[in-house]
């Protein structure tokens, strides 16, 4: 019945789906094979490029969308057997001064910096793509496209590119080698588009014409590349990755004495077909991953932290973005941390044609003798297959299970296994104006069955001027995903989002409007359990600037005891009500200085007739292009009456960004959190001697203040709690 209803909500979009048509079809850009050999320099002066056709007069996206850019892009694109090349040659706009960007740091913020990008549909299914460019010092970008134009900026692959900055314009070169993207044998259109960030004028443009609501990453809205001929096959692509690992590590808290160690493990990259790839790894390390950024954690359930390491990230989204934010069956984070070893694994994953996408992983960790873990296999299937224009229909299968597992004594008991079976219809019309979901998931687990599913479904109409969604979820009170990320179970949701956007022309105004988010929980019996209500107006200045202000309403009946200092302190009961309002506001400074910053503030009612104060600012200077400075702050006040009474704790996350070049970085990155009594070091230096290919090494220190001493002293305020440096070194080596 509940499915029932959400699919016949989404389905009733179906004419529209099915009929329309690609909306910027008419622009179209063609690529020819290379007249002459290309260096990539910088240059553009070999004749392959004064042949090239030129894709130019680019729409404004930003800071409207009914005109041409004022700031003049060229792009030029050719191939050779091997490569695909661009060149954009990025014209400075009618407004003097320096380019402005953060850094030479790789995968930089794209609202810091003067920019080219661009996207590649290579399957034109408006789905699934890739994106590279460049900021105008060079720097890199690259990312996986999915959902339409979300961009996964933590994948990382060979390329090479240049950038030369003149008086007038600064020139970007690159090539991509066929073997690093993916696309389908024989085809002869991709979709494409180029996007242009020129900070000092705060326009941002784009070859087809977006409207400013959406993202130029859309790959609904890109033009046509039509190739000549069909793409060169890459012939054998198989890629070896190597690695070797050394370091030592000191256990201050548990009084062990320094050790060391040495590992070895080995990925490896296997195209299938030129859109099927298989990847294996063998004793995979992750240590050199950017460590995580801690928050205050006040919140009643599991906090989601995003994967960052690099095996699970290609087609990563076909098994992570299956379900909602905080229904996922399947969450690659699940394995192999915490100590726990990963032994091998081997995913299967890409495009078996236009229509249909496949994805097979299967992964195995090790045991844990200390706390009784045993060795468990992770093996997931996800299937999906195109409607309509850009639609599609996702099936999933996770399966979770102990090995050989014998329970032991005086140690946590795990379960057997642990599986789910997914079905889930994605909306997403050809104009971009409607996209939706609807989802059903069942869990099995020994002896549980009954009230072990999940029911979900939403629409969301995002035009010009207007926001509107709804969404439902019900989730059964024995559903379990031990394999995913499920942080609530046993409760139905329903959420309501309605926002209106004033345009404003001749202001310094950009946009400005209201947005009303209305939230409301019930538990299995229908009950009500939580409730809250957000009232913001935005403003956006034409400067990039942002200024938001909020009401809240919330109502929270608690169905298990919590601590509203998350402390382990003592707990407010079950079954207690408890009702507050809030307000904030949040501002952030134009990005196009050297200097930016960000405030945000929020003052109210909390637990028990308490009050919470949240300060929290942002930080950042540049000093261009090779150092990044930035911090982070918070203080929470939170004031309950005994036996709580006054708590504060603050979180300060200064880091150090020096980049000598674009292949060479350092960074440092300090936390310190009060409620988590901790204080983290963490830095890296990190050298890119050859396209893929690293040298790392790792820096790590924990700390505790002083008030519990454990050994040797930071004069006047921490004890060390831990410390451990790693040398990490990478090869890419393809056949």
Same mark, same amino acid.
């Given at each position: 019945m509940k499915f029932s209803i959400i699919l016949a909500v989404t389905c009733s979009l179906f004419c529209q789906t099915i009929l329309a048509q690609k909306k910027n079809e008419s622009y179209q850009l063609h690529i020819n094979r290379a007249t002459?050999?290309?260096?990539?320099?910088?240059?553009?002066?070999?004749?392959?490029?004064?042949?090239?056709?030129?894709?130019? /007069?680019?729409?404004?996206?930003?800071?409207?969308?009914?005109?041409?850019?004022?700031?003049?892009?060229?792009?030029?694109?050719?191939?050779?057997?091997? /490569?695909?090349?661009?060149?954009?040659?990025?014209?400075?706009?009618?407004?003097?001064?320096?380019?402005?960007?953060?850094?030479?740091?790789?995968?930089?913020?794209?609202?810091?910096?003067?920019?080219?990008?661009?996207?590649?549909?290579?399957?034109?299914?408006?789905? /699934?793509?890739?994106?590279?460019?460049?900021?105008?010092?060079?720097?890199?970008?690259?990312?996986?496209?999915?959902?339409?134009?979300?961009?996964?900026?933590?994948?990382?692959?060979?390329?090479?590119?240049?950038?030369?900055?003149?008086?007038?314009?600064?020139?970007?070169?690159?090539?991509?080698?066929?073997?690093?993207?993916?696309?389908?044998?024989?085809?002869?259109?991709?979709?494409? /588009?180029?996007?242009?960030?020129?900070?000092?004028?705060?326009?941002?443009?784009?070859?087809?014409?977006?409207?400013?609501?959406?993202?130029?990453?859309?790959l609904a809205l890109t033009g046509v590349l039509i190739w000549d001929q069909p793409p060169p096959q890459p012939g054998p692509n198989i890629s070896i990755i190597p690695y070797a690992l050394t370091g030592i590590t000191r256990d201050y808290q548990n009084n062990t004495p320094t050790s060391s160690r040495f590992d070895a493990g080995l990925d490896a990259k296997v195209a299938v077909t030129s859109s099927l790839n298989l990847d294996l790894t063998v004793n995979p390390d992750f240590s050199q991953v950017d460590v995580d950024q801690q928050?205050?954690?006040?919140?009643?359930?599991?906090?989601?932290?995003?994967?960052?390491?690099? #095996?699970?990230?290609?087609?990563?989204?076909?098994?992570?973005?299956?379900?909602?934010?905080?229904?996922?069956?399947?969450?690659?984070?699940?394995?192999?941390?915490?100590?726990?070893?990963?032994?091998?694994?081997?995913?299967?994953?890409?495009?078996?044609?236009?229509?249909?996408?496949?994805?097979?992983?299967?992964?195995?960790?090790?045991?844990?003798?200390?706390?009784g873990l045993p060795a468990q296999n992770f093996a997931v299937v996800a299937l999906q297959r195109r409607i309509f224009a850009r639609s599609n229909i996702g099936l999933m299968f996770v399966n979770k299970e102990s090995l050989s597992y014998q329970p032991e004594a005086n140690k946590p008991l795990y379960s057997r296994y642990n599986r789910n079976f997914g079905l889930e219809y994605n909306l997403a019309s050809a104009n971009n104006l409607w996209t939706g979901k609807a989802l059903y998931v069942k869990s099995f687990s020994?002896?549980?069955?009954?009230?072990?599913?999940?029911?979900?479904?939403?629409?969301?109409?995002?035009?010009?001027?207007?926001?509107?969604?709804?969404?439902?979820?019900?989730?059964?009170?024995?559903?379990?995903?031990?394999?995913?990320?499920?942080?609530?179970?046993?409760y139905q949701r329903g959420m309501t989002t309605l926002g209106y956007t004033f345009l404003p022309t001749g202001s310094s105004v950009l946009n400005h409007g209201p947005l009303l988010t209305s939230t409301y929980f019930f538990d299995p019996a229908w009950k009500q359990s939580d409730n809250e209500s957000v009232l913001s107006y935005a403003i956006t200045f034409r400067s990039r600037s942002v200024f938001t202000a909020w009401v809240a309403t919330d109502y929270v009946r608690l169905l298990q005891p919590f601590d509203p200092t998350n402390t382990g302190r003592e707990t407010l009961a079950t079954g207690t009500e408890h009702y507050w309002t809030a307000w904030g506001t949040d501002f952030d400074s134009k990005p196009q200085s050297v200097f930016t910053y960000g405030f945000s503030s929020r003052y109210g009612g909390y637990y028990d007739n308490g009050t919470r104060l949240n300060l929290t600012a942002d930080l950042g200077y540049r000093i261009q292009p090779y150092v990044s400075?930035?911090?982070?702050?918070?203080?929470?006040?939170?004031?309950?009456?005994?036996?709580?009474?006054?708590?504060? #704790?603050?979180?300060?996350?200064?880091?150090?960004?020096?980049?000598?070049?674009?292949?060479?970085?350092?960074?440092?990155?300090?936390?310190?959190?009060?409620?988590?009594?901790?204080?983290?070091v963490n830095a890296r230096i990190q050298w890119r001697y050859k396209p893929a290919s690293d040298f790392f090494l790792v820096y790590t220190d924990n700390y505790l203040p002083n008030s519990a001493q454990i050994g040797q002293d930071v004069p006047g305020f921490f004890s060390v709690k831990n410390r451990a440096l790693v040398l990490k070194w990478t090869y890419w080596w393809n056949l």
């Open positions: 002459s050999p290309i260096t990539v320099d910088g240059l553009v002066e070999e004749a392959a490029w004064q042949a090239a056709e030129v894709a130019t /007069n680019f729409w404004m996206v930003l800071p409207m969308d009914t005109s041409r850019a004022r700031v003049r892009t060229d792009v030029r694109m050719a191939y050779d057997d091997h /490569n695909i090349y661009l060149s954009a040659i990025c014209y400075h706009g009618y407004v003097e001064g320096p380019y402005m960007v953060e850094s030479l740091r790789r995968d930089w913020a794209f609202v810091k910096n003067d920019n080219f990008i661009f996207f590649m549909d290579t399957f034109d299914d408006q789905t /699934n793509g890739f994106t590279f460019g460049t900021n105008a010092a060079g720097a890199q970008w690259d990312g996986l496209l999915y959902e339409g134009g979300k961009a996964n900026l933590s994948w990382d692959n060979k390329w090479h590119s240049v950038v030369k900055n003149y008086a007038d314009r600064y020139v970007l070169e690159l090539a991509i080698p066929f073997k690093t993207i993916r696309y389908k044998k024989g085809i002869t259109r991709w979709g494409i /588009n180029f996007s242009r960030q020129d900070l000092k004028t705060t326009e941002k443009s784009s070859w087809t014409p977006i409207q400013r609501q959406f993202p130029t990453a859309s928050v205050t954690n006040l919140d009643r359930y599991e906090l989601f932290f995003p994967e960052k390491r690099q #095996f699970f990230l290609e087609n990563g989204d076909q098994f992570t973005n299956f379900g909602y934010a905080t229904i996922r069956p399947f969450f690659s984070r699940r394995i192999g941390l915490g100590g726990v070893p990963i032994r091998f694994g081997a995913r299967l994953s890409g495009k078996l044609n236009k229509d249909w996408r496949m994805g097979v992983m299967d992964m195995q960790t090790g045991k844990v003798d200390d706390t020994p002896d549980q069955s009954g009230e072990d599913a999940v029911y979900a479904g939403n629409l969301q109409y995002t035009s010009r001027r207007w926001l509107i969604s709804g969404q439902v979820e019900s989730v059964g009170k024995n559903y379990t995903a031990e394999a995913g990320y499920v942080p609530r179970r046993g400075l930035a911090a982070s702050l918070s203080y929470n006040d939170i004031r309950l009456p005994q036996p709580w009474g006054r708590t504060t #704790f603050w979180l300060v996350s200064p880091r150090f960004d020096l980049t000598l070049t674009n292949t060479l970085y350092l960074t440092t990155f300090v936390q310190y959190n009060e409620q988590q009594k901790n204080m983290n």
